[in-house]
T-cell receptor, first 117, second 111 residues
Framework: GAVVSQHPSWVICKSGTSVKIECRSL??????MFWYRQFPKQSLMLMAT?????????EQGVEKDKFLINHASLTLSTLTVTSAHPEDSSFYIC?????????????FGPGTRLTVL | AQSVTQPDIHITVSEGASLELRCNYS??????LFWYVQSPGQGLQLLLK??????LVQGIKGFEAEFKRSQSSFNLRKPSVHWSDAAEYFC?????????FGAGTRLTVKP
């Protein structure tokens, strides 16, 4: 149990376009989902926390208008990188948890590698 | 503020040798502590976690970790490393909805 998927696993796009990344909890209801960014050989940096049905909470320094997060259902959260630029190229990882107490840790998706040309 | 320090950026061990990865934390209350493993190009897999109780925690893949409050440490150990253990290891501290990760330790396993 506690499987989280991400789609796509990798994406290449042109500068100025928008890219949407999906994060799904496959076998549990995720009341909270998290989006992280990871640069090569570095740790995970939390970008934002999203609760189902409410606006995401962004970490300091993360542009909410550039990284749009939607958590419309208990099994799906999306991250849209708007007007992507080469500096947005990175590995994006989502995680999910159920704060009702059934799940007591974050479960991570396999990640999405974004390359902006 | 909570923080995690993994002092070793890169560790190389021979297959079959024992392993210890260090993790030190700073946290205002009783911490929740986690160890995750990440294979290249993959997400993170939970190895083990500590919330309370027995300070020696058993995890998957033969890993264990010991919580030492006096040293603010949560070191990960494995008695005999396998080549498939080569990966990046992350220690994390905090509540489920507010986890902070260390910088990671890359493990290389020599044949």
């Amino acid at each position: 149990g506690a499987v989280v998927s991400q789609h796509p696993s990798w994406v290449i796009c042109k500068s100025g376009t928008s890219v949407k990344i999906e994060c799904r909890s496959l076998d549990f209801q995720a009341t909270t989902m998290f989006w992280y960014r990871q640069f090569p050989k570095q740790s995970l940096m939390l970008m934002a926390t999203s609760n189902e049905g409410s606006k995401a909470t962004y970490e300091q320094g993360v542009e909410k208008d550039k990284f749009l997060i939607n958590h419309a259902s208990l099994t799906l959260s999306t991250l849209t990188v708007t007007s992507a630029h080469p500096e947005d190229s990175s590995f994006y990882i989502c995680s999910a948890t159920d704060l009702s107490g059934v799940r007591d840790t974050q479960y991570f998706g396999p990640g999405t590698r974004l390359t902006v040309l | 503020a909570q923080s995690v320090t993994q002092p070793d950026i890169h560790i190389t061990v021979s297959e079959g040798a024992s392993l210890e990865l260090r993790c030190n934390y700073s946290y205002g209350a009783t911490p929740y502590l986690f160890w995750y493993v990440q294979s290249p190009g993959q997400g993170l897999q939970l190895l083990l976690k500590y919330f309370s109780g027995d300070t020696l925690v058993q995890g998957i893949k033969g890993f264990e970790a010991e919580f030492k409050r006096s040293q603010s440490s949560f070191n990960l150990r494995k008695p005999s490393v396998h080549w498939s253990d080569a990966a990046e290891y992350f220690c994390a501290v905090g509540a489920v909805n507010d986890m902070r990760f260390g910088a990671g330790t890359r493990l290389t396993v020599k044949p």
